[in-house]
């Protein structure tokens, strides 16, 4: 039936011209072939549009913030500061499974208490969001670049840097409710779909994606398509009935990473960046910070920096005024509580 | 693609300013359990009742003497509470599984859904790029802190802070 309907569309195109009259005409073979072509064309696209626009559950979502969270931590090279459990220390690679349910015991000493002053805050803030109930985790990065970025799942990281730059607890809120606000907004979570549509495609398609039929269907999307060496991983992938990134082979997990950091790096948030403002300030309102303090730390940083490209600090400054206004009643003016001793004591 | 991105993200910034400003008369949400309904703006008011977190409640607007007090009406009957039990925004609902049903945030809560380790996604990619290994330590380390760290000692943690108390 498909075919019949390909050769009728393809004698339609052929009569039309002969009816013009001054159109050579063209040999009806490769007119059906063209026509079969763009229509296979085009239903690989939908197959891989409708695979990469799924509906991602709480397990697929942590999954892959998770290879975000190592890849985008990577990125500020300092490592983790914290006392690495001793649990974990020794060991050479960390078995799947063994922490899925049971963390690794806490090791001692000021870096643990600072990473657990921040979850305190942090989780506090959250549960002012309208994700209370994620699984919330706080990082502190050693790196002496004032940075703060997230993950999906509930990844957060903050920098030494970062840390040494705030003078008060309602500017690191502010810096955290920032963060929690791309979280909730699922903002990295497009990139992550955009990877998935990409990587069907360069399966599909690969170096092809240039060909001019190819490239009429796919647009300006075809820039970013080419061949990829686990193809045949992808195409399996799209069989199942789950795509679970757990269950991805190495290169295709890493693929899928790097291009969402590579992305996110090079072109940033765009106006989900205003959303998550936005989102912050009413965070640090409802909790009761003063978000003016907040204010202080955006008119500060460094215009620029960080793992991701952000909007100016006057454009953000505009937002969030404007997200002051909204939630008048709730803010905590004046309330700028100083931060925990555990600050100073592992990295003022 | 990148205006698809851009795209997407409007429509987001759309939707999260339609319920975005706060005025009298509209609703807002229960985030902490036993939150007090009280009769009047003080702590040691009467309690009228006690509301659950996700309790949808009408907001009338903060107290003008104390603003840490809000007017609020739940199931018909007015009272204040302290801000430190609000919330702005609906609880999204959450997709426990990839074979089920979107469900409220409790229920969520209550699924094991949201506990979480360092996924097998993480460490396979860990795997990929080795200097990741020991960034990898550091995260999953962070993770045992921070799930040693309860919702409610956070929560009490920030009414201490901003004097919200509960």
Known sequence: ?348 | MRRTLVGLAATALLIGSAAYAVKPGENLYIKTKDAKLLEKPDAKAKVLGTLRPGDEVKWNGSDPKNKMFHNIEAGGQKGYTLQQNLSPSRPQMELASDDGKPIDAQAFASSGAATKALSDAALTYAGEAPDAMTLTKGVLTAEGIAQSVSAADAQAYLAKQTGGGK
């Open chain 1, 1 to 348: 039936m498909k075919r019949l309907a390909i050769a009728a569309l393809a004698v339609s195109l052929v009569s039309c011209s002969f009816i013009r009259g001054n159109v050579p005409r063209p040999d009806l073979g490769t007119a059906i072939d063209a026509a079969a072509a763009s229509v296979e064309i085009k239903q690989k696209y939908d197959d891989c549009k409708a695979f990469s626009e799924k509906p991602i559950s709480y397990p697929e979502e942590v999954a892959i913030g998770g290879a975000i969270a190592l890849a985008l931590g990577a990125k500020s090279q300092g490592g983790v500061f914290v006392e690495v459990s001793p649990e974990i220390a020794s060991l050479s690679s960390i078995p799947k499974g063994k922490y899925d349910k049971q963390k690794p015991a806490p090791g001692t000493g000021p870096k643990t208490d600072l990473t657990k002053y921040l979850n305190l805050l942090g989780k506090g803030l959250a549960s002012f969001s309208d994700r209370p109930t994620i699984e919330w985790v706080f990082v502190v990065l050693d790196s002496p670049t004032p940075n703060a970025f997230s993950a999906p799942g509930g990844y957060v990281f903050v920098t030494t840097g970062m840390l040494k730059q705030v003078q008060n607890e309602a500017q690191l809120a502010g810096i955290i409710g920032h963060e929690i606000g791309h979280v909730t907004g699922k903002h990295a979570l497009e990139a992550y779909k955009k990877s998935k549509l990409v990587s069907c495609l360069s399966a599909y398609f690969g170096e092809k994606a240039s060909d001019g039929a190819v490239r009429s269907v796919l647009g300006p999307l075809a820039d970013d398509v080419g061949r990829i060496p686990f193809a045949g991983d992808v195409l399996a992938s799209l069989k199942l009935p789950v795509f679970d990134p757990n269950k991805l082979s190495g290169p295709f997990v890493k693929w899928l990473t790097n291009k969402i950091v590579e992305w996110l790096s090079a072109d940033g948030y765009g106006d989900m960046e205003k959303g998550a403002d936005a989102i912050g300030t009413k965070v640090l309102a409802f909790s009761g910070y003063d978000i003016a303090e907040y204010e202080k730390v955006i008119a500060g940083l460094p215009e620029g920096v960080g793992a991701i490209k952000h909007p100016s600090n006057k454009e953000r400054l505009a937002t969030i005024a404007e997200a002051k206004k909204d939630v008048a009643d709730f803010s905590g003016a004046g309330k700028a509580p100083a931060l925990s001793p555990t600050v100073a004591a592992a990295v003022k």
